[in-house]
C-alpha cells in the first residue's frame, strides 16, 4: 500500500529543495493539478490553483507547466502568463511570448496525422469508436478510451492495432490512463525536457509534481541530476484511483489526489512568503 506523506511535511521538503537557487518548480496538468476528467475538453484547474500559481511565479524563479498537451492548450486552460509551458511531452516550448517546436516533432507531424485517421479507420471497421476520443496534438497524437463501454477490453484490442499502425510509420507508443500516445520517438519526454531545463538554466533545486505514467520519466531525470550533477531534487508523485506502480515506486513523497496538491502549494506559499517577509494574500 502507497504511504501518502502528510502535506505538510511534502511543503517543508519542497521548499528546503528550492531553497538551492536558482530553482524551478514544475508540475504536470492533468491528475496533478486538474482533475481527471471524462474527456480531454472537459478538464480543468482545480479551485484555487491558478491564484496560488500566480503567487509562486513571483516568489521562485521558474515554474512550469510539464504536459502530454499541446501548448497552446495548457496555456489557455493553466491561463498564467509568466510560467514556461512544456507541452507535447517535451516536444514543444513557449516561455514570454517565445514558441519552439522540437524538430523531430515538426518532422513527424504528418506521419502523427495519417497514423491517427489509419487508426481510426481500422478500429471502426474491426470493432466500434464509441467512447473513443481522438487527439491530433500535432506534435503528437493520443487515443483516450475512458468511455468506452468496456476499457479494459478495448484498451487491449485498441493496443494491438495502435502499435502496429505505430510501428509501420517509424513512431513510438506510449501509454498512460486509459490513454495511448503516439509520439515521434521515445528520446524526447518529460524527463529530457526537465534535464535540458535544468542544466541550461544552472538550477541548483528542482521539484516535479506528477501523477501518471509519463511522469515517471521527469521522476527519474530528477534522480539522475540529484546523483550525477548534486542538484537538490525532488519528484512529487500525487496519487489518484488508477496511479500505476511506477509513479509509486519512482516518487521521493506522495500527495493524495489533486486536493492535497492544492493544499500544499498554498502551504509552499506561506512558507516562502515567510522567508522572504512579504504578505500572502491568500494566507
Known amino acids: 500500500m502507497a504511504i501518502v506523506t502528510p502535506v505538510d ?10 531553497a538551492r537557487e536558482p530553482a524551478g518548480l514544475f508540475s504536470d496538468f492533468d491528475g496533478t493539478l486538474s482533475p481527471m476528467a471524462a474527456t480531454p475538453d472537459g478538464a480543468s484547474l482545480a479551485p484555487g490553483v ?7 511565479a513571483g516568489r521562485i524563479g521558474l515554474v512550469g507547466i510539464v504536459t502530454g498537451r499541446a501548448v497552446d492548450d495548457a496555456r489557455a486552460r493553466v491561463d498564467v502568463a509568466d510560467l514556461l509551458y512544456v507541452g507535447n511531452h517535451g516536444l514543444e516550448w513557449a516561455e514570454r511570448g517565445v514558441h519552439v517546436d522540437h524538430p523531430v516533432g515538426v518532422a513527424a507531424a504528418a506521419s502523427i496525422a495519417t497514423a491517427l485517421g489509419q487508426i481510426r479507420e481500422e478500429v471502426a471497421s474491426a470493432m466500434t469508436l464509441g467512447g473513443l476520443v481522438f487527439e491530433d496534438k500535432r506534435l ?28 509501420a510509420a517509424g513512431l ?7 490513454v495511448y500516445e503516439i509520439r515521434p520517438t521515445a528520446s524526447v519526454s518529460k524527463g529530457t525536457a526537465l534535464r535540458e531545463i535544468a542544466l541550461a538554466r544552472g538550477l541548483q533545486g528542482a521539484v516535479f509534481l506528477g501523477d501518471d505514467v509519463t511522469d515517471v520519466d521527469g521522476f527519474r531525470a530528477l534522480r539522475a541530476l540529484r546523483e550525477s550533477h548534486a542538484l537538490s531534487t525532488l519528484a512529487v508523485g500525487v496519487l489518484t484511483p488508477d496511479t500505476a506502480p511506477s509513479v509509486i515506486a519512482e516518487s521521493d513523497v506522495l500527495l493524495d489526489g489533486v ?25
Open 9 to 18: 511535511d511534502v511543503a517543508d521538503e519542497v521548499a528546503r529543495t528550492l
Open 140 to 167: 503528437s497524437g493520443s487515443i483516450h478510451y475512458r468511455l468506452s463501454e468496456d476499457p479494459i477490453a478495448m484498451g487491449s484490442a485498441l493496443g494491438m492495432i495502435i502499435h502496429r499502425v505505430a510501428a
Open 172 to 178: 513510438h507508443v506510449a501509454s498512460g490512463k486509459m
Open 50 to 56: 491558478r491564484d496560488v500559481l500566480i503567487a509562486l
Open 259 to 283: 486536493d492535497d496538491v492544492v493544499r500544499m502549494l498554498n502551504a509552499l506559499d506561506q512558507r516562502l512568503a515567510d522567508q522572504d517577509g512579504t504578505c500572502n494574500p491568500g494566507a
